[in-house]
């Protein structure tokens, strides 16, 4: 017959057991394999809704399918994005016929980025990079889903930049987040790309 103190213990060892089992099941469920050579979990990517440059409404789930090139600027931007946008489109130029992947441009200056003029900015890069704006409500959940720092910087009278991050992350083909690409050694970023496939 079990003594009072060892009832009492009863309930607690009860719970903690249901605990570890709980903890256990949320390790499983966060480091288990999502397939062969899937990307490790990030914080990084996640749904969206805006408007691509040619007036569509798209979400993420229409650039899963091959690998996508994400960067984040503006076009009255006066360096990096111009810049930017030509290192990726030297890059997709340089993959092998036939292998498919993409690049997205997220404009930050939704107020001054509209889609006519993304599509008028974006012409005069790769084909395979397309644009992506909407209004201030979905460019912010963008912005907050990849981890995007964004800040408009007053200039002479209605005139301002836009001080933002400008890294270019790699998503797989399901648009979860691999690494931030180094554009600056070209040939070992389209390797990287080519692992994705």
């Known amino acids: 017959m079990a003594t009072a103190p060892s009832r009492r213990l009863v309930l607690p060892m009860i719970v903690f057991g249901l605990g570890a089992v709980l903890v256990a099941g949320a390790a499983i469920l966060t480091f288990i394999d999502q397939g062969p050579g899937a990307p490790a979990p990030s ?22 399918g091959q690998p996508t090139l994400v960067f984040f600027g503006y076009t009255h931007c006066p360096d990096v994005c111009p810049t930017t946008l030509f290192e990726l489109s030297e890059i997709l130029r340089k993959l092998k ?6 690049g997205v441009f997220v404009s930050v200056d ?18 395979r990079i397309v644009g992506l704006t909407g209004d201030r409500a979905a460019t912010d959940k963008i912005l907050k889903e990849y981890r995007v ?30 690494n931030a690409l180094n554009l600056a050694d070209p040939i070992k970023a389209v390797t990287e790309i080519e692992r994705w496939m």
């Open 43 to 64: 914080a990084i990517g996640g749904p969206f809704q805006m408007t691509d440059s040619n007036g569509k409404i798209v979400t993420e789930v229409d650039f899963r």
């Open 97 to 102: 016929p036939g292998e498919k992947a993409r």
């Open 110 to 127: 939704p107020e001054r980025d509209t889609a006519p003029i993304l599509k008028d900015y974006l012409s005069s890069f790769d084909d």
């Open 149 to 178: 720092y964004s800040k408009k910087v007053p200039g002479t009278g209605d005139d301002y930049t836009m001080d933002h991050s400008a890294i270019v992350y790699l998503m797989d083909k399901q648009m979860r987040f691999v």
